[in-house]
């Protein structure tokens, strides 16, 4: 870990609750430590972690898959190195315009394959043709997706009375959109713990009038597209996990 004006490490934060700016190279702030704490709550709630990468490029993968593709003003901005582990530049609908598409395969893995089987005499005939890789579609719908996963759980281990559904559907939409306000690609929009300590479902509990507020924060959401609020207090520190 490190002090917020003391910017010390590239490698930082556990993979699963590492956060966009990290993997590509940018500059971070203490809102890295927000993104984390909205997949750790997705996760309390699930009991699987929301991100689960068996590596960086995979990683990259399921938050794409469950978020929609990385503005691309930040890879734009983002280290060449980074994005082209992640991303592929193509050109764009506009003459001298171009855009960025999420790769299918990992070129690090690509590069390690070819050398393994030019440098063997039996690998062909010891290989097994693998099966195709399923594509991974970024989301259109962030929230939509988000949702579903996060609210996937509840249906399985618990039935609501009549009475309650409602309820407990308004506290679900609050959640998500919670969860979805941290996870915010930019930085710079991602909530700050000051909004979040102010967010309807964190008061819900206190106010019964939060239900008007909650209307208007679903209201902004359905609007933003994938941004959200700022930073946060403290950077997440390292791990193991690479």
């Not at 290989?127 to 988000?146: G, Q, W």
Request: proline residues 7%; contains cysteine.
């Amino acid at each position: 870990s490190c002090k917020s004006n003391k910017r010390m490490y590239s490698y930082i934060q556990s993979r699963f609750y590492r956060s966009p700016e990290v993997m590509l190279g940018l500059p971070y702030t203490v809102a890295i430590d927000m993104w984390s704490l909205g997949c750790i709550l997705a996760e309390m709630h699930t009991g699987e972690p929301l991100f689960s990468g068996s590596d960086q490029f995979d990683q990259m993968q399921k938050i794409v898959k469950l978020l929609g593709m990385v503005p691309g003003d930040l890879l734009d901005k983002s280290s060449d190195q980074s994005r082209s582990t992640f991303f592929r530049k193509v050109n764009g609908p506009k003459p001298g315009t171009h855009t960025w598409i999420l790769r299918q395969e990992n070129p690090s893995s690509s590069q390690k394959q070819q050398k393994q089987s030019s440098s063997s005499s039996t690998a062909a005939s010891s290989t097994k043709e693998k099966e195709p890789k399923e594509e991974v579609i970024p989301s259109t719908d962030p929230i939509a997706t988000l949702s579903e996963v996060i609210c996937a759980e509840t249906s399985k281990r618990k039935k609501h009375p009549p009475s309650e559904a409602e309820t407990t559907a308004r506290n679900y939409e609050m959640f998500v959109d919670l969860i979805y306000r941290m996870l915010s690609y930019d930085a710079k929009q991602r909530i700050t713990p000051e909004a979040a300590l102010r967010h309807p479902f964190i008061l819900s509990g206190e106010s019964p009038s939060i239900q008007t507020t909650s209307s208007s924060y679903a209201q902004s959401s359905s609007n933003r597209g994938q941004s959200s609020p700022s930073s946060g207090q403290r950077r997440s520190g390292s791990s193991k996990r690479s």
